[in-house]
């Protein structure tokens, strides 16, 4: 069970492909142009959060930042890697997966995080977290034909950062 699909799953509406990376592009401007006083939100129990996430390209090594929803898990960070409900995984879990390391701001502040995917029991029960604040994602799932990689960004330290 991917704890994505049931019997009821509806079709939510999705919008057309240019005009969800076109909202991408403008929040991460809003985002720039305000110094991150715009764009960044605290999850609540009823809604998840909004962070950017910076990843270094699997290629080039360069840094690339995009803007993720996520929830918590303890310490952890939770994103889902949807790609805009469109198929194939996003870029930036394509850099995690070759460069784990990463670096994310939230509206508390920036923090070093190591990336990997959730699988088995931790996969479904994240799953359902997402589910409550997010009753669509099952539907917005189902419009991919692969697995939506469920990923979890746990806090990293380097020696020399202060904690």
């Known amino acids: 069970m ?3 699909s049931t019997s ?3 079709a939510p509406r999705v ?15 809003l985002y720039a142009l ?5 764009g960044l939100r605290r999850p609540r129990p009823d809604r998840w959060g909004m962070m ?9 090594c360069l840094e690339h930042s995009v803007i993720v929803a996520y929830v918590e898990d303890g310490p952890n960070l939770v994103t889902l890697a949807m790609n805009g409900w469109a198929e194939g995984h996003p870029s930036w879990w394509r850099n995690l997966e ?7 701001a939230t509206a508390d502040g920036e923090r070093l995080v190591r990336a990997r995917a959730a699988h088995g029991h931790e996969r479904e029960r994240l799953w359902a977290a997402w589910r409550e604040r997010e009753p669509d994602v099952d539907a917005h799932a189902a419009h991919r034909s692969t697995e939506t990689p469920v ?12 904690r």
Do not use: I, K, M, N
């Open 98 to 104: 070759v460069h784990p390391d990463a670096t994310v």
């Open 52 to 60: 950017r996430l910076t990843t270094s390209g699997r290629r080039t």
């Open 15 to 29: 919008p057309p492909r240019w005009f969800v990376r076109t909202a991408w592009v403008v929040h991460r401007r």
């Open 151 to 162: 990923v979890v960004l746990e806090p990293r330290y380097e020696p020399d950062r202060p």
């Open 34 to 38: 305000s110094g991150g006083r715009f």
């Open 2 to 4: 991917t704890g994505e």
């Open 8 to 10: 009821e799953t509806r």
